[in-house]
């Protein structure tokens, strides 16, 4: 009965390169969140997605951000070209889709950015 | 723009007494209400949620009060442990969106 899976869990990267973190949803959950937290603050929504559907991208900065999740495969956000303000954690969470509102997250994913 | 606030960055309980942590909003449209809880380099963990159509929910040693008029929530934890000591996440959700909008958190130490 495997939680939230991510990976890496730790991830670094140097200016400009892409940084690529996967989450694997909780057996037989339909949605996945993205949020990223900065040092001494609460996490910030990003993206929210369906099997092969971007519902809800507000909180996602609108370039070099980019998130998806496949039919077949764990959902997927990419960071291109990162910056030193990139480095942060990211958490993934899921829901089942009768239970939308109580979302269950991963460890997350540390970013650090040289 | 913070819709949700936790003003205590930090709490400190003797072992078997009470913990309230606070927690303020400012959207009266929010409906749902969680608490989550979380340790040092893992990822939030779900204790207890509420509707607004409710004022107070329990699940064992945790129990969450909503005073809609004030815009305010409180999660109580009595009696504290030790492995109660994490950071506690006041989160909030509208009907028709699905994210969550989290506070700052605040730091719990519960001490022997």
């Known amino acids: 009965n495997a939680g939230v899976m991510q990976n890496p869990r730790h991830l670094v990267r140097r200016r400009g390169q892409e940084a690529r973190l996967r989450c694997s949803p909780m057996?037989?959950?339909?949605?996945v969140y993205w949020y990223r937290q900065l040092p001494e603050e609460g996490l910030k929504f990003m993206v929210y997605?369906?099997?092969?559907?971007?519902?809800?991208e507000s909180g996602m900065p609108k370039e070099r951000f980019s998130a998806e999740f496949p039919k077949e495969g764990p959902s997927i956000l990419r960071i291109q070209q990162v910056v030193r303000g990139d480095s942060a954690a990211y958490f993934c969470?899921?829901?089942?889709?009768?239970?939308?509102?109580?979302?269950?997250f991963g460890a997350g994913t540390r970013l650090s950015v040289l | 723009d913070q819709q949700v606030k936790q003003n205590s960055p930090s709490l400190s309980v003797q072992e078997g007494r009470i913990s309230i942590l606070n927690c303020d909003y400012t959207?009266?449209?929010?409906?749902?209400f969680l608490w989550y809880k979380k340790y040092p380099a893992e990822g939030p963990t779900f204790l207890i949620s509420?509707?607004?159509?409710?004022d107070k929910n329990e699940d064992g040693r945790f129990t969450v009060f909503l005073n809609k008029s004030a815009k305010h929530l409180s999660l109580h934890i009595v009696p504290s442990q030790p492995g109660d000591s994490a950071v506690y996440f006041c989160?909030?959700?509208?009907?028709?969106?699905?994210?969550?909008?989290f506070g700052t958190g605040t730091r719990l130490q519960v001490f022997p």
């Open positions: 989160a909030a959700s509208l009907d028709n969106t699905d994210k969550l909008i």
């Open positions: 997605l369906q099997k092969e559907n971007i519902i809800d």
């Open positions: 057996k037989g959950h339909s949605h």
């Open positions: 959207n009266s449209m929010f409906d749902y």
């Open positions: 969470a899921s829901s089942p889709w009768r239970e939308r509102n109580i979302q269950y």
């Open positions: 509420i509707s607004s159509i409710k």
